[in-house]
């Protein structure tokens, strides 16, 4: 069972562009964590969120961990080509030290 | 040098074989844990070791076994390999704690044909 949806699936835009990556449960998670992806290799964090309502900035990403602590969103203004990649979102739980792990959002950027 | 290593990057193989991928760790945790990749599903958990004794299933286990040698080595073995195993596999480590970053190999390519 897929705990973690995010949408959309697939982004393709012009370099320069805006965008937001939505990463949506039923479940409450204690933890929320980005990642991204690059061709060949494997997942590198760029952010945790663990509080309610938090909002991280890291350049040009906005990352925000919904009230309920049920959803998160990733933006990112004035996307560049180095942003192009996949980009996981990730929960944690109290109890274990296991993440569930979100569908996936695949952005290509162009320059 | 990368903190956490996979062998074999790619295989091909055969129906009915049997495969090991291997994974090490230089980073000192005792946190391992082995994922599949498939377009569209992200990733999903198949082992996970949290020390050298204590190993556990996890989502997607069938058909998957796992030997965790040392605390650096978890390795994944696919008894008798399957089409539909055919995807990208990561290692990964942790330190211990809830939410704790996990650091992942630069996978594995298995097709099965």
């Known amino acids: 069972t897929q705990l973690l949806e995010q949408s959309p699936q697939f982004l393709s835009i012009q370099e320069g562009e805006n965008l937001t990556v939505y990463c949506n449960s039923s479940s409450v998670f204690s933890s929320l964590q980005w990642y991204r992806q690059e061709p060949g290799e494997g997942p590198v964090l760029l952010v945790t969120?663990?509080?309610?309502?938090e909002v991280k900035k890291l350049k040009r990403l906005t990352f925000q961990f919904g009230d309920a602590r049920k959803d998160s969103s990733l933006h990112i203004t004035a996307a560049q080509p180095g942003d192009t990649g996949l980009y996981l979102c990730a929960g944690g739980k109290w109890n274990t030290d296991k993440l569930i792990f979100g569908t996936g959002t695949r952005l290509q950027v162009f320059p | 040098d990368a903190d956490v290593t996979q062998t074999p990057r790619n295989r091909i193989t055969k129906t009915g074989k049997r495969i090991m991928l291997e994974c090490s760790q230089t980073?000192?945790?005792?946190?391992m844990y082995w994922y599949r990749q498939d377009p569209g599903l992200g990733l999903r958990l198949i082992y996970y070791s949290f020390d050298v004794k204590d190993i556990n299933k996890g989502e997607i286990s069938d058909g998957y076994s796992v030997s965790r040698q040392a605390q650096a080595k978890f390795s994944l073995s696919l008894e008798s390999a399957i089409p539909n195993q055919t995807a990208l596999y990561f290692c990964?480590?942790?330190?211990?704690?809830?939410?704790?970053?996990?650091?992942f190999g630069p996978g594995t390519r298995l097709t099965v044909t």
């Open positions: 990964a480590t942790s330190d211990p704690g809830p939410g704790s970053e996990q650091y």
């Open positions: 969120v663990v509080t309610g309502g």
């Open positions: 980073k000192g945790h005792d946190r």
